[in-house]
């Protein structure tokens, strides 16, 4: 049997591996990632160790409605910065 990944392996093999076709991402929830997580390191906590690798930049975390989505930093989209653009319309 082949070695034990360790967190980041993981997570950018099933960011890869999950996603959805036109999809650069993933749903932590309903992409089944949550509990992969969990039964492949059952002691340990997929949030604590996806937010410790976007600490890292090795990852990208953006909220979305039931969850986050995962993005590998090479692939995740840009956010365009919509609050300068709002004090820009105000004149601020």
Known sequence: MSAKMNHEEFIRKA??????DGYKGIHTVYSGFNSAFKKYFPDEDPIAATNKLAQEGKLIIRPVKGGVMLYLPEEAPVIKDVGGD?????GL
């Open 15 to 20: 960011v890869v591996s999950l996603r959805k």
């Open 86 to 90: 709002a004090l820009k319309k105000m």
